[in-house]
């Protein structure tokens, strides 16, 4: 019977031993990612009815952020402001922005994401992108004037 607990005593102190180096391992990679730096590139004044690309860049720890969760763009006119999201109804997600109009972007080129769009209409309008990545969501804001 005393092998047999040596044995069993053996057995937990490597359990205990793996759990503990891996937990030790999981805290030291287990650090905050950096945040994501998100650069709004639309332009002040475009022409109505003529396709205007609307992009956002996406860099991280000074790179391009490619393969980002969600990026999407709302537009609307100023005048026209979508009322905001109460708390009980918690973060808007990415289903119900498309299900009011935002346009979900496509990555151009690395940490670069775009989409086309005319405006049709003469005003000022606010251009709004939502990025996601991870646990980090950036919301920036431009306006631009439609001629």
């Given at each position: ?17 793996t759990v ?122 431009a306006t631009?004037?439609?001629?």
């Open positions: 019977m005393s092998g047999q607990v040596r044995w069993f005593m053996s057995l937990i102190i490597l359990v205990l031993l503990g180096c891996s937990n030790q391992e999981q805290s030291q990679t287990g650090e905050m990612p950096e945040m994501i730096k998100v650069e709004l590139m639309v332009p002040e004044k475009v022409s109505l009815h003529k396709p205007v690309s609307l992009e956002v860049k996406l860099t991280q720890g000074g790179k391009p952020l490619i393969h980002a969760d969600q990026v999407q763009f709302q537009i609307w006119n100023k005048l026209d402001e979508p009322p905001a999201v109460s708390p009980e109804l918690g973060m808007m997600t990415a289903e119900k922005l498309e299900e009011q109009g935002a346009l979900k972007a496509s990555e151009a080129d690395e940490g670069i994401y775009e989409v086309k769009y005319t405006f049709e209409d003469p005003g000022t309008y606010v251009v709004q992108a939502h990025v996601t990545h991870g646990a980090m969501h950036s919301m920036p804001r631009v004037e439609a001629k």
